[in-house]
């Protein structure tokens, strides 16, 4: 009976600590496609987010509950899901993980004052007039401006051409922003073709527009499903330019069913190569290919800097378990100015406008992996 009693007694303790370590820790709210189409991203960015939240708490200090919900990147999915991470009581955001789910959220967020910082939202209006929302990955305009600067840069191509989708705020600022920059640096658009969500099967009057001007780089501002079917259906008839992206492509590779092959010699403008050589990004890829069998994107290292950002901010501010989302908002807005930290997608800071200052690189896929671009 005495064993009985200790072993039952030592269970209690056991289920006390860690229901004392539930309510100790800081809760993040992570929202994203966890299924659908763009599955790829919101995963990468929920696994990414738990790495760093794991090896922050190992460190003792600081405790972080990742609590994740499902988007399917639509708005509306991503206002509820908002609200139930409120009820379920989270002190900041990471998120949201596309940019339309992230300018719906982020409108709400900033009339009720809750934290927010975007792994990969990248519409420019996300932050705009709105001083608690950051973010982590570059602005659209950003992405176009560098594309088109790098594409002069290294003389990749005398002839352009570009396929966006005019139905998404993502690859319409992207796209736009490109072109601003690539008539400035006097790069030759030889064709533009758009699409819509309702038409993102069949490319064949994109990729004939393409190839009859003689494009002999394509700018894809695009997500990687479509990407992978340009790329197919451009291998059908034997078009091979250099097709160049930017992140929403990452993650082409793990398309279901995509021949990787396709995808050789594409580029990436990405701050995130998985192929670096310094101990923190091959510690990290280790890890999560031991944990999902897969080798980490973008996302999931714009999510792991995320939560490394967000921890020292709570540090400087002293943001804790109790401390109300409302109130913990105004002490991040204030700590996020004052971070500085060297993550996996560079070092960075940020300034009153949530816009994230740190270096672009480009990738290129060789044998079926991401290898960094001269």
């Given amino acids: 009976m005495k064993k009985v009693l200790v072993i039952a007694l030592a269970l209690a303790m056991m289920m006390t600590a860690c229901l004392a ?7 993040v709210g992570v929202i994203g496609p966890l299924t659908g189409a763009n599955a790829q991203y919101g995963l990468a960015v929920q696994r990414g987010a738990q790495i760093a939240a794991e090896e922050i708490n190992a460190q003792g200090g600081l405790q972080l509950e990742i609590l994740a919900e499902d988007d399917q990147a639509d708005g509306e999915l991503a206002v509820n899901a908002y609200n139930k991470l409120l009820d379920d009581g989270v002190n900041v955001l990471l998120a949201t993980v596309t940019s339309g789910s992230c300018i719906a959220v982020s409108d709400i967020a900033y009339e009720e004052r809750v934290f927010m910082l975007t792994p990969s939202g990248s519409a420019d209006v996300i932050t705009e007039g709105k001083d608690n929302v950051y973010r982590v990955c570059f602005k659209d305009s950003a992405q176009g401006t560098a594309s088109a600067q790098y594409i002069a840069d290294h003389g990749l191509a005398t002839k352009i051409g570009i396929i966006y989708n005019n139905a998404l705020d993502y690859s319409m600022g992207i796209y736009q922003s490109f072109v601003a ?26 990729i004939s527009q393409m190839q009859e001007a003689g494009a002999e780089l394509v700018f894809l501002p695009i997500y990687y499903t ?69 080798t980490p994107n973008q996302f999931a290292a714009d999510a792991y800097d995320g939560v490394y950002a967000l921890a020292a901010a709570m540090q400087a501010a002293g943001v804790t378990a109790e401390t109300s989302p409302e109130d913990a908002c105004e002490m991040m807005i204030a700590a996020m100015q004052t971070v500085e930290i060297t993550g996996l997608t560079g070092t960075m800071h940020w300034d009153a406008t949530g816009e994230v200052d740190k270096t672009p690189t480009a990738v290129v896929i060789q044998d079926g992996v991401y290898v960094g671009a001269n």
């Fill in 21 to 27: 370590f539930a309510e100790e820790a800081v809760k």
């Fill in 181 to 206: 920059k690539a008539n400035e640096l006097g790069l030759e658009i030889v064709a533009e073709s758009a699409f819509s969500d309702d038409t993102n099967a069949d490319f064949s009057v994109q």
């Fill in 226 to 294: 479509p990407a992978s079917m340009i790329l197919q259906q451009a291998n059908a008839v034997d078009y091979a330019p250099i097709f160049f992206g930017v992140d929403g492509m990452d993650g082409i590779l793990g398309v279901e069913g995509f021949d990787t092959s396709l995808a050789e010699g594409v580029m990436l403008l990405t701050p995130f190569s998985a192929d670096a050589q310094d101990e923190l990004t091959k510690n990290f890829v280790t890890t999560y290919m031991d944990l999902y069998g897969e």
